[in-house]
């Protein structure tokens, strides 16, 4: 099971830090992602990691403000997120799969958190 959280309320050019936490079973072994939905739009992909921590991958759209990350010995995955902007707001979920860019891969997905930037 997983459960996002560390959403909310922030200004445009913030930050946030939002973990992914995991229980019932260890992900050490799992690829893992973050993906996110904002209103009326289709889920997309936004980062990657592979189970070691060795390979990231980043939607172009978050590259260089957003930092994936994973402490495998806590079971969690996080998601760093600078200079925010209006556009990063939606629901991010966090899954255990490949590592890849693709929802398909991903068989375990925890409840989003919201994500919401005001300009």
């Known amino acids: 099971q997983l459960q996002a959280f560390g959403g909310g309320l922030v200004q445009a050019g913030g930050s946030l830090r939002l973990s992914c936490a995991a229980s019932?079973?260890?992900?050490?072994?799992?690829?893992m992602g973050w993906f996110r939905q904002a209103p009326g739009k289709e889920r997309e992909f936004v980062a990657a990691?592979?189970?070691?921590?060795?390979?990231?991958t980043y939607a172009e759209s978050v590259k260089g403000r957003f930092t994936i990350s994973r402490d495998n010995a806590k079971n969690t995955v996080y998601l760093q997120m600078n200079s925010l902007k209006p556009e990063d707001t939606a629901v991010y979920y966090c899954?255990?799969?490949?590592?890849?860019?693709?929802?398909?891969?991903?068989?375990?997905w925890g409840r989003g958190t919201q994500v919401t930037v005001s300009s």
């Open positions: 990691i592979w189970w070691s921590g060795g390979s990231t």
């Open positions: 019932g079973r260890s992900f050490s072994r799992d690829g």
């Open positions: 899954a255990a799969g490949s590592g890849s860019k693709w929802e398909s891969h991903y068989a375990v």
